[in-house]
């Protein structure tokens, strides 16, 4: 029997109140990792069952192998810079998401055009959702988060690499979010269904829409690839590019009104159980040759091509300053 216990509800409504009476919105990705992580770790398995029970009907979990890291697309990630600029007297520093939108849609593109080549069944051209899933599950960096419905596979993909590190697992309650997604859509005057197969179609819809909310949204494809179905995966989709996916969860959960209960939980698992939670996945077939079917490069080279254009984009605004110091002497 696990004595593992999760936040009382008590103790939530402390976070949040502390929280609030604190917020700032920079530091916004480490308050939310803060209200969310539990106060002891994983350090034997019955701890993980007895961490992953509440959430077993209605969540999706996530397994990060290193502690560190926070929710963060690969879009995110890959899109971030951190540059400087001197023109004249004056020096400019900038971190910022560079030109998201833009180097979405060329990826996007590259991929739709190469992508018959490495695929028998490929979706249709105006399926975004579906697009983006197929990027995703083979690596190219993209706006979506994979989760999965089975703590189990979670697990493996927070143990399997980095055994010297502690790493992290998470879950949500998905139930709350698909209700909160829905109230503040309608919130911003947008005409979405409550009906859930509608409302996949009309996140495909919107999804490359410029100005949409800040809104996590389940992003269902219409068809699911090997992977997703071997890894009983699910994509959650942040709408809104340059705002990070931490910042946009925790609006939702202090926005239209505070949640009353933990709907997100973050834990810690120490490795020196790795190997013994291994050997208990790969008894239940959870493994490397089970999971990754099909791995496939071409999705290595978008990645390297979006730094490419990342990198390009920065020396442009950096020349762009100087062109603005030199024009006005």
């Known amino acids: 029997m696990s004595g593992f216990v999760h936040i009382s509800d008590s103790e939530w409504q402390q976070r949040l109140d502390s929280l609030l009476a604190s917020h700032v919105m920079e530091k916004s990705v480490a308050e939310f990792e ?4 539990e ?7 019955e701890d993980f069952k007895g961490w992953f029970e509440p959430f077993h009907d209605n969540g999706w979990f996530r397994g990060q192998s290193r502690a560190i890291w926070t929710l963060q697309t690969k879009a ?5 810079a951190d540059w400087s600029a001197d023109s004249g007297d004056k020096h400019y520093d900038f971190v910022e998401n560079v030109m998201p939108e833009d180097n979405e849609e060329t990826l996007l593109t590259e991929f739709q055009r190469e992508a018959h080549n490495y695929h028998v069944t490929i979706p249709a051209s105006d399926e975004i959702v579906d697009w983006l899933a197929l990027m ?7 706006r979506m988060l994979d989760w999965t419905r089975s703590p189990y596979i979670a697990l493996y993909f927070a143990m399997r690499t980095d055994p010297a590190d502690k790493a992290t697992l998470w879950a949500i309650d998905m139930k709350w979010l698909k209700e909160r997604s829905v109230e503040l859509l309608h919130q911003h005057g947008e005409d ?6 509608a409302f996949s179609g009309y996140i495909n819809r919107i999804l490359l829409r410029p100005e949409n909310p800040r ?17 009983q995966g699910e994509l959650l989709c942040n709408l809104r590019h340059g705002f990070a996916f931490s910042t946009i969860l925790l609006g939702m959960m202090l926005n239209p009104s505070k949640v009353r209960r933990q709907v997100v939980s973050r834990i810690v698992v120490n490795k020196d159980t790795g190997s013994e939670f291994l050997e ?4 239940m077939k959870i493994d490397e040759a089970n999971l990754f079917p099909g791995n496939d490069p071409f999705a290595e080279s978008l990645t390297a091509k979006l730094a490419e254009l990342v990198q390009s984009q920065v020396e442009k605004s950096k020349q762009a300053i100087l ?3 030199k024009a006005h002497g």
């Open 34 to 37: 803060d209200l969310v992580t």
């Open 39 to 45: 106060n002891s770790e994983i350090t034997a398995w």
């Open 76 to 80: 995110e990630r890959a899109t971030l």
């Open 136 to 142: 995703q599950h083979y690596g190219a960096p993209t």
């Open 192 to 197: 979405c269904p409550d009906d859930p197969s």
């Open 215 to 231: 809104i996590i949204v389940p992003a269902s494809p219409r068809e699911l690839n090997d992977r997703m179905r071997i890894q």
């Open 280 to 283: 208990k996945l790969r008894r």
């Open 323 to 325: 062109d603005r110091h």
